[in-house]
C-alpha cells in the first residue's frame, strides 16, 4: 500500500506566476483535502475534494484552486503568486463513506518559494 | 481568538520522561480530535485519533479529551531522543465526507539523551 506522495519536493517561482502542485492519494482513500503551512504554524485548511467536487473550503481567495481526478489524484493551482504564498503545502488523503471517514494522512508537502 | 490554541514551547526534558503536551480549543462542535508528529521539513505523522470525550491509549502514547473543559492531551512515556520533533494537535467538526482540520500552532519538543 502506497502512501500519499506529492511533487515537486520543491520549487521557486516569482510574484505574479502561477504554480501547479499534484498529490497522489493513499490507496483506497476517495477524499483529498490541502493545507497551507507557512514557517512554525500550524497547518491551515485550503479546501477539500470528494469525489471529484469541492466539498469544504478554509478562508482562501479564489486565485487558490483544484482539481480531482476520477483516479482521485489531485491538482492545487495557485495564480497571481504572492510573497506570502511561500509555505508548505500539504496533501491529505482519506477515505468517506457513509459511516464516517478515516482521518486524513498527510503526505510529504512541496515547498514554494515565490521571490 | 484563534479556535485551537497550543503552547509552542519549545519543550525539553530527559529521556525516560513522562512528556505532556495540551491544546485548549474554543469551539464546542469540534467530534474529532487528531495528534500529528510532525519531524522538520516533513509532512505530519498521525499518531493518535479520538472520538468525543474519553481516554485512548497506543504503546507510548496516550491521549485523553475533555469536551466540558474544551482541553485535549497526548501523554509520551518513558520518551525516547527519536521522539524529538514537532506535535500539532488537530481537530474537525464532522468526518461524513472527510475532515477538514483545524490545527494548533504545534509544541517544539526535544528529548535530550
Known amino acids: 500500500e502506497t502512501g500519499v506522495t506529492q511533487s515537486p519536493t520543491h520549487l521557486i517561482k516569482t510574484r505574479g506566476q502561477q504554480v501547479t502542485l499534484r498529490c497522489s492519494s493513499q490507496?483506497?482513500?476517495?477524499?483529498v483535502s490541502w493545507y497551507q503551512q507557512a514557517l512554525g504554524q500550524g497547518p491551515q485548511f485550503i479546501f477539500q475534494y470528494y469525489r471529484e467536487e469541492e466539498n469544504g473550503r478554509g478562508n482562501f481567495p479564489p486565485r487558490f484552486s483544484g482539481l480531482q481526478f476520477p483516479n482521485y489524484s489531485s491538482e492545487l493551482n495557485v495564480n497571481a503568486l504572492e510573497l506570502d504564498d511561500s509555505a508548505l503545502y500539504l496533501c491529505?488523503?482519506?477515505?468517506?463513506?457513509?459511516?464516517?471517514?478515516?482521518?486524513?494522512?498527510f503526505g510529504p508537502g512541496t515547498r514554494l518559494t515565490v521571490l | 481568538q484563534k479556535e485551537v490554541e497550543q503552547d509552542p514551547g519549545p519543550l525539553s526534558v530527559p529521556e525516560g520522561a513522562i512528556v505532556s503536551l495540551n491544546c485548549t480549543y474554543s469551539?464546542?462542535?469540534?467530534?474529532?480530535f487528531m495528534w500529528y508528529r510532525q519531524y522538520s521539513r516533513k509532512g505530519p505523522e498521525l499518531l493518535m485519533y479520538t472520538y468525543s470525550s474519553g481516554n485512548k491509549e497506543d504503546g507510548r502514547f496516550t491521549a485523553q479529551v475533555d469536551k466540558s473543559s474544551k482541553y485535549i492531551s497526548l501523554f509520551i512515556r518513558d520518551s525516547q531522543p527519536s521522539d524529538s520533533a514537532t506535535y500539532l494537535c488537530?481537530?474537525?467538526?464532522?468526518?461524513?465526507?472527510?475532515?477538514?482540520?483545524?490545527f494548533g500552532k504545534g509544541t517544539s519538543l526535544l528529548v535530550t539523551p
Open positions: 469551539n464546542s462542535a469540534f467530534q474529532y
Open positions: 490507496s483506497g482513500h476517495n477524499t
Open positions: 491529505a488523503s482519506s477515505s468517506g463513506t457513509s459511516g464516517g471517514a478515516s482521518p486524513p494522512f
Open positions: 488537530a481537530m474537525s467538526y464532522n468526518s461524513n465526507s472527510g475532515y477538514a482540520l483545524n
